[in-house]
Structure formats: C-alpha cells, structure tokens
Nanobody, 116 residues
C-alpha cells in the first residue's frame, strides 16, 4: 500500500507563489510515477505535472514556464513549485502516485485559491 499526504495549499494573490508537497509512505519502491492533478469547481480533474522514477517530467501547457515539479528521494516527497499564479489556477490540487502494476493512489487534496 502507498499513502500520500499533501501540504502547502492556501490563499495567494495573483502573481504570487506557493509550493505544494506530497509525502509518500508505505510501499515506496512500487511507485513508478508521481504527479499533481487539479480540479476546479464544475470542471474535470486535469493533469498539472508528473515525474517518473527516472526524473523525466511532463508539465501541462497551461502551467508550463510557471510550475515546476521535483522530487526528493531521501524524503520520499514530490514538490510542485507554483510561480506567477493566476486566478484560473484556483482549484483543489491532488497528489497522485501510480504503483505497480498501474494502480493509481490519490492524496486527500489541498485547496489553492488565487485571489486579490
């Protein structure tokens, strides 16, 4: 089993920054890919960024150049650094891990609100 705990959400003004953290525990070695998704009210959940075991990353076009995903293997933690935040980035952000053999695991979600 894998457990994910997110932290770092909150209220920020447009143009501001936040860093989300996702700490994984349990069967860490079974994890292939970790990432961040978000879901705004009335919209479908969408991929924001992901990072593989080999540190290959994929970032959605809507956040490219503003958001960066990284990982600290010693802490079993994945980060999402979000800069130049816009009101349209407001959503619940979910950490995701895909463990062998392709089973998704989700965190509880953390609210990010971008507003003046």
């Amino acid at each position: 089993q894998v457990q994910l705990v997110e932290s770092g959400g909150g209220l920020v003004q447009p143009g501001g920054s936040l860093r989300l953290s996702c700490a994984a525990s349990g069967s860490i070695n079974s994890i292939n890919t970790m990432g961040w998704y978000r879901q705004a009210p009335g919209k479908q959940r969408e991929l924001v960024a992901l990072i593989t075991r080999n540190d290959n990353t994929n970032v959605a076009d809507s956040v490219k150049g503003r958001f960066t995903i990284s990982r600290d293997n010693a802490k079993n933690t994945v980060y999402l650094q979000m800069n130049s935040l816009k009101p349209e980035d407001t959503a619940v952000y979910y950490c995701n891990a895909v463990r062998w053999p392709g089973i998704p695991v989700w965190g509880q979600g953390t609210q990010v609100t971008v507003s003046s």
